[in-house]
């Protein structure tokens, strides 16, 4: 016989609900807002429902280019999940051996997830102020036409990277450790080459778990403030632009601009979800077809 559920899982469910709920309100509501009407204003009740807000927001608002911001950090945050995909995966495979100072340069790499960001920061807006003076006091034909190596790409993308970096170096780390190596040794003696077993044995089996580093690179760039405050240079991104906006913008169109931001997140994850979904179906099928045969 079944037995009914005890006081305790109704307590604590009805706990988790009310965490839930604290966690997410907030995002919720601000979606809400975001589609008031256009005489609406920044708290309940609504007054009208539209997209006003959403149009206005990419007007400008008259304030600032937030158009522009919107393709700075979407650019920067691609940069960013190629880069940390990249060299996460190399990571990984170069940790397969053991190598002289791998735990040094493992324990440096993730020192940063340690180091208070806007400390990082500010230890990059300060090796690049280094740069320029040394720069500056070079040969005239170089110093004259100086200005400064910091900006989107440069210090923003370093600064950006020291958060992302240690994230795929764990994920690609613990995928690795679980690889079994006798697959590239079966390669390997059908005549296939470093690469071809690489392309053809490695890659397909690691591909999920490079789907998420590549899907934490983006979230976290996307949405990153403390770390680009110092270090990104005369160009805002947008998280930089929406918290400047939060001291001068006292219509729904900061909610609007807080909800498209969030839908780009929401959209990325869908994304990456879906892609680990098709290449996991596709192994199951092809697992299934060499069982068969």
Same mark, same amino acid.
């Given at each position: 016989?079944r037995?009914?559920?005890?006081?305790?899982?109704?307590?604590?469910?009805? @706990?988790?609900?009310?965490?839930?709920l604290?966690l997410?309100g907030?995002?919720?509501?601000?979606?809400a807002?975001?589609?008031?009407?256009?005489?609406?204003?920044?708290?309940?009740?609504m007054?009208?429902?539209?997209?006003?807000w959403?149009?206005?927001l990419?007007? =400008?608002?008259?304030?600032?280019?937030?158009?522009?911001a919107?393709?700075?950090?979407?650019?920067?945050g691609?940069?960013?999940?190629?880069?940390?995909?990249?060299v996460?995966t190399?990571?990984?495979?170069?940790?397969?051996?053991? @190598?002289?100072?791998?735990?040094?340069?493992?324990?440096?790499?993730? /020192?940063?997830?340690?180091?208070?960001?806007?400390?990082?920061?500010?230890?990059?807006?300060?090796?690049f102020?280094?740069?320029d003076?040394?720069?500056?006091?070079?040969? /005239?034909w170089?110093?004259?036409?100086?200005?400064?190596?910091?900006?989107?790409?440069? +210090?923003?993308?370093?600064?950006?990277?020291?958060?992302?970096?240690?994230?795929g170096l764990?994920?690609?780390?613990?995928?690795f450790?679980r @690889?079994?190596?006798r697959?590239?040794?079966?390669?390997?003696?059908?005549?296939a080459?470093?690469?071809?077993?690489f392309?053809?044995?490695?890659?397909?089996?690691?591909l999920?778990a490079?789907?998420?580093?590549?899907? @934490? =690179?983006?979230?976290?760039s996307?949405?990153?403030?403390?770390? +680009?405050?110092?270090?990104?240079?005369?160009?805002?991104?947008?998280?930089?632009?929406?918290?400047?906006?939060?001291t001068?913008?006292?219509?729904?169109?900061?909610?609007?601009?807080?909800?498209?931001?969030?839908?780009?997140s929401?959209?990325?994850?869908a994304?990456?979800?879906?892609?680990?979904a098709?290449l996991?179906?596709?192994?199951n099928?092809?697992?299934?077809?060499a069982?068969?045969?």
């Amino acid at each position: 016989m079944r037995e009914g559920r005890s006081l305790a899982f109704y307590l604590l469910a009805g @706990f988790f609900g009310l965490y839930v709920l604290f966690l997410y309100g907030p995002m919720i509501v601000i979606f809400a807002l975001s589609f008031q009407g256009p005489q609406g204003g920044m708290t309940f009740p609504m007054n009208g429902v539209s997209t006003h807000w959403f149009s206005k927001l990419w007007d =400008g608002g008259g304030i600032v280019d937030i158009g522009a911001a919107f393709w700075r950090s979407l650019e920067l945050g691609l940069v960013v999940t190629v880069l940390t995909a990249a060299v996460s995966t190399l990571a990984g495979l170069a940790y397969r051996r053991r @190598f002289p100072g791998q735990n040094l340069l493992f324990f440096t790499a993730i /020192a940063s997830l340690i180091v208070p960001s806007i400390v990082t920061s500010l230890g990059i807006a300060l090796l690049f102020r280094l740069i320029d003076a040394a720069v500056k006091a070079g040969p /005239a034909w170089l110093a004259d036409s100086y200005t400064t190596g910091a900006g989107l790409f440069t +210090s923003g993308l370093a600064a950006h990277l020291t958060w992302t970096l240690p994230f795929g170096l764990l994920i690609m780390f613990a995928i690795f450790n679980r @690889f079994d190596g006798r697959l590239e040794e079966a390669a390997r003696d059908l005549g296939a080459t470093p690469w071809q077993s690489f392309r053809h044995v490695v890659l397909p089996l690691i591909l999920p778990a490079l789907i998420g580093v590549a899907l @934490f =690179g983006f979230t976290l760039s996307w949405d990153e403030i403390a770390r +680009s405050s110092q270090a990104i240079g005369s160009d805002n991104t947008l998280p930089l632009q929406l918290q400047a906006l939060t001291t001068t913008v006292t219509t729904p169109m900061i909610y609007a601009l807080g909800t498209t931001t969030t839908g780009v997140s929401f959209v990325v994850i869908a994304l990456a979800l879906l892609g680990i979904a098709l290449l996991r179906s596709r192994q199951n099928r092809h697992g299934s077809d060499a069982g068969k045969a």
